[in-house]
Nanobody, 115 residues
Framework: QVQLVESGGGLVQPGGSLRLSCAAS????????MGWYRQAPGKERELVAA???????NYADSTKARFTISRDNAKNTVYLEMNSLKPEDTAVYYC?????????WGQGTQVTVSS
């Protein structure tokens, strides 16, 4: 099993930056892929960014130029660096892990972009 704990959310003004962290309860070296999803009120959960164990990354078109996903295997942590934030980025952000044919989710962290 894998427990995931997100942190780093909060309130930020448009144009600002935040870094989200996702700490895993086990070594992420063996986890096939990890990612960040988000869900805004009244909308479906959507992929923001993902990274494989080999470091290959994938981004949603809406975040590709502004967000960066990375992983630190030594700290068992995945990060999401978010820059040039927009009000439409407001959502609950969830960490996700695909491990041994199962999908695990964190509890989510709220990101609010507002002036």
């Amino acid at each position: 099993q894998v427990q995931l704990v997100e942190s780093g959310g909060g309130l930020v003004q448009p144009g600002g930056s935040l870094r989200l962290s996702c700490a895993a309860s086990r070594s992420i070296f063996s986890i096939n892929a990890m990612g960040w999803y988000r869900q805004a009120p009244g909308k479906e959960r959507e992929l923001v960014a993902a990274i494989t164990s080999s470091g290959t990354t994938n981004y949603a078109d809406s975040t590709k130029a502004r967000f960066t996903i990375s992983r630190d295997n030594a700290k068992n942590t995945v990060y999401l660096e978010m820059n040039s934030l927009k009000p439409e980025d407001t959502a609950v952000y969830y960490c996700n892990a695909n491990f041994r044919f199962r999908v695990y989710w964190g509890q989510g962290t709220q990101v609010t972009v507002s002036s």
